[in-house]
């Protein structure tokens, strides 16, 4: 449950509001942005970032053609309904007809060319085939038809370049290549596409009471979950992940931890150890191995975040530095400041917009009447009449309320909401999309 707001705090140093944070991430990851590029098959391009626009060569679709099976006519011959034509010829898809005789009907299928001469198709459903009068099929075997509904100029028929004229660019520089979009770049024919080089990401988890899942659960363990969690939103990112594990709670091994993710790596992601207890260690190393700044960011879950740059081995200016964010340790935290502010550094990185994804005003069906002095991400699930509902435990740890949740109401400081209440929806589909 929320726990009750304090009555009383200690003078604490003043939080950073998200959005100065987001903006100083957003300003520290731009002298990090990404370069290079590679061109690759458009069949491995999948959540790539594209680095050069996409433009179309030809038309499409390449020339008109019917979206129906039935028969290609001239409108003008078929004044009324009833009319008999003779069928001069069958056009399957992927075979070029012959001009249309006038006064005569063309069978054809669904993608096929309308053959020169033709300005509408009739769907089958509308026609029927009638024997010619002396009982043999007409001139080719194809008999004639009968047209029952007068048809309109143009109707069933998909005009070549509706979808795409050649020369006209189909996909923007900076785009992330979804699955339609891989579908409309393959349509004009791209079969490879230019796209930025993938982030080097390395990820490591602190804390001596994780164990793997899979491993018995030692007394006082638990078993790492932002692991996964954390892997998987990279992966889902289309991020390079280099795994570094579980680092015990020791300066030494996490200066040593932060040497190698740096060393092959644009970023580094952790959790855990970010706040000021003796065994949180990341920042003391981090600064030891680089620089530093450490937040008390005003929100709910996520209060404690790190950002930073740690030096490659080398120490040359062009070996560089690799980014590093430091997440805390509770799942929910972890995986709701991922959303936020990581993803925001990935995409200031890849040259995409780092803005959140706008909000969009929902009813709440819920009741939020002791709102925090920060500002909340509360796991809620749209329901069947489109209002809001709210996973009942908020607590930073409680990993179910992630996997419930379709999306995030972002509260602003000290806001409570009464059932009805008009509140800002991110839905996680489009933050994961990020
Ligand atoms: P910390 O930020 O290291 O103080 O951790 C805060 C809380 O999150 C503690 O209860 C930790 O046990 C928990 N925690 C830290 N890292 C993980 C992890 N990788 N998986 C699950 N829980 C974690
Ligand atoms: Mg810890």
Redesign the pocket.
């Known amino acids: 449950m929320n726990a009750p707001a304090p009555q009383a705090r200690p003078a604490a140093r003043a939080l950073l509001s998200l959005d100065d944070a987001l903006a100083r991430l957003v300003a520290g990851s731009l002298p990090h942005a990404l370069a290079q590029t590679e061109t690759i098959s458009t069949f491995e391009a999948l959540g790539r970032v594209l680095a050069a626009d996409v433009r179309s060569m030809l038309d499409v679709p390449p020339a008109d053609n019917t979206s129906m099976d039935g028969y290609a006519v001239r409108a003008a011959d078929v004044p009324a309904a009833g009319t008999v034509l003779p069928v001069s010829q069958r056009i399957p898809a992927g075979v070029v007809g012959e001009p249309l005789a006038p006064g005569t009907a063309a069978r054809i299928f669904t993608g096929a060319q309308v053959p020169p001469g033709a300005d509408a198709v009739v769907m089958q459903e509308q026609c029927e085939a009638v024997p010619d009068p002396d009982g043999a099929s007409g001139a080719g075997g194809l008999g004639r038809v009968r047209i029952q509904a007068i048809p309109e100029a143009g109707q069933w028929v998909r005009w070549r370049g509706e979808d795409v004229c050649a020369g006209a660019t189909v996909l923007v520089r900076g785009t992330r290549l979804t699955p339609q979009a891989l579908g409309l770049a393959a349509s004009v024919g791209a079969g490879t596409l230019t796209v930025l080089r993938r982030p080097r990401v390395a990820l490591f988890?602190?804390?001596d009471?994780?164990v793997m899942p899979g491993e018995p659960l030692k007394p006082g363990a638990?078993?790492?979950?932002?692991?996964f969690t954390l892997r998987g939103l990279l992966q889902a990112g289309g991020c390079e992940v280099s795994d570094f594990g579980i680092v015990p709670d020791r300066l030494d091994a996490t200066r040593q931890a932060l040497q190698r993710a740096a060393a092959g790596s644009d970023l580094i992601v952790t959790?855990?150890?970010?706040?000021v207890?003796e065994e949180?260690h990341l920042r003391p190393a981090v600064r030891a191995e680089g620089r530093i700044e450490n937040w008390q960011i005003a929100m709910k879950p996520g209060k404690p975040l790190a950002f930073g740059a740690v030096r490659r081995p080398g120490g040359s200016a062009q070996a560089g530095e690799a980014l590093f964010v430091g997440l805390?340790?509770?799942?929910v935290s972890s995986y709701v400041t991922f959303l936020l502010c990581v993803s925001t550094v990935l995409r200031a990185m890849q040259g995409l917009d780092p803005a959140l994804p706008a909000p969009l005003p929902l009813a709440a069906a819920f009741d939020w009447p002791r709102p925090d002095k920060r500002r909340e991400f509360l796991r809620v699930r749209l329901n069947a009449e489109g209002a809001l509902e709210l996973f009942p435990n908020q607590s930073s740890?409680v990993l179910t309320s992630a996997v419930w949740a379709d999306g995030l109401v972002d509260n602003p400081a000290g806001r409570s909401i009464a059932r009805g209440d008009k509140v800002r929806y991110l839905p996680l589909a489009e933050l994961l999309a990020r």
């Not at 638990?222 to 692991?227: E, G, P, T």
């Not at 959790?271 to 706040?275: E, I, L, P, Q």
């Not at 805390?328 to 799942?331: A, I, L, V």
């Open positions: 988890s602190t804390g009471e994780l638990i078993y790492n979950s932002n692991r959790s855990g150890g970010v706040s207890g949180d805390p340790g509770n799942p740890g």
